[in-house]
């Protein structure tokens, strides 16, 4: 159990590490005018591909006994992703603007304060940071649908191909809407999304039957369509705002922002045993509709050629 969880905090730190250098690598091979189309079609593949994943991995761990099916799926996944560094190495990185000049040079020191200063990544953390309290509710959908609603089991599975259809559908639809007015119509449609999942919950609950409660798959269809928008929509639009020579720094702090996120679902958990899925539901509604309110104001980025 240590080696397991040593193992995947030493994944999660260099898939941080890595990621910085991801998105500054992309921001400057893909225009922002080409993004769009590039990620929405990279998620739509990937969605699908998940699906097939899925019926695999559940094929392995009913035809294997344990641990053995375990450590087949581990071992396939860490070969995959190994097999995933062969293509970077033919990846040929293009020198940022202005790699030889001293413009950057007197910010070195004080770049966290002029961070902080841009207004632009100001809003847009705020507006992450009250997004992302829909992880308040996300982990007690499931269990409100079968302890509350007494929804059959069955319609679990109808979760995820809500949340795994509107995935992938959503990439394809926010992909070109991003392409062709930009990335922050992108970050509005997956806010109110977001927003949208614990309002129909809350409705549903509040109703306790007739056809809300069976149409509680669209609370997963929200959720699909949120998870869409992460990279697509935040990132992007945090890519753009970006100074060239700033960008790797924008990005590394917005994603040390963001790990404060990780510890919601455990205040989410606290919320609900303190008071109701009432309270519960609607207090994760008026945050996040907070934060869908706010990232109307977000200003348009300046954008690239195509």
Not at 70 to 87: E, M, Q, R
Request: glycine share 12%; charged share 10%.
């Amino acid at each position: 159990l240590i080696l397991s969880f040593t193992c995947f905090a030493l994944f999660t730190v260099c898939d941080g590490v890595s990621g910085v250098a991801w998105f500054d690598i992309m921001a400057r091979a893909i225009p922002p005018r080409r993004r769009g189309r590039v990620l929405g079609i990279g998620q739509a593949i990937s969605g699908l591909v998940g699906i097939g994943e899925g019926a695999l991995i559940g094929l392995v761990l009913n035809q294997r006994p344990f641990p053995e099916n375990y450590a087949l799926v581990f071992t396939s996944a860490s070969v995959l992703l190994i097999l995933a560094t062969v293509p970077l190495v033919f990846i040929r990185e293009t020198p940022p603007e202005n790699a030889d000049s001293q413009s950057h040079d007197p910010v070195r020191g004080r770049w966290l304060k002029l961070l902080f200063a841009n207004p632009a990544f100001r809003h847009l953390m705020v507006c992450r940071m009250l997004i992302g309290m829909m992880g308040l509710a996300t982990p007690f959908y499931v269990k409100h649908a079968d302890q509350v609603l007494r929804l059959p089991q069955r319609i679990i599975g109808d979760f995820v191909i809500a949340q795994t259809l509107a995935g992938v559908i959503a990439s394809i639809v926010l992909g070109m809407v991003c392409e062709r007015w930009g990335s922050r119509y992108d970050v509005c449609a997956g806010s109110a999304a977001a927003a949208a999942g614990p309002l129909f919950a809350l409705a549903a609950h509040l109703a306790g039957g007739g056809w809300l409660v069976q149409a509680y798959p669209f609370v997963f269809l929200s959720l699909g369509i949120i998870n869409s928008t992460w990279v697509m929509g935040f990132f992007n639009y945090l890519l753009e705002i970006a100074p060239e020579g700033m960008r790797p720094a924008y990005v590394g702090l917005g994603n040390t922002i963001m790990g404060t996120l990780t510890l919601v679902p455990v205040a989410g958990g606290w919320l609900l045993e303190a008071t109701s899925y009432t309270v519960h539901f609607g207090v994760t509604a008026a945050l996040v509709a907070t934060g869908f309110l706010l990232t109307l104001g977000l200003k348009p980025p300046p954008r690239g050629t195509l």
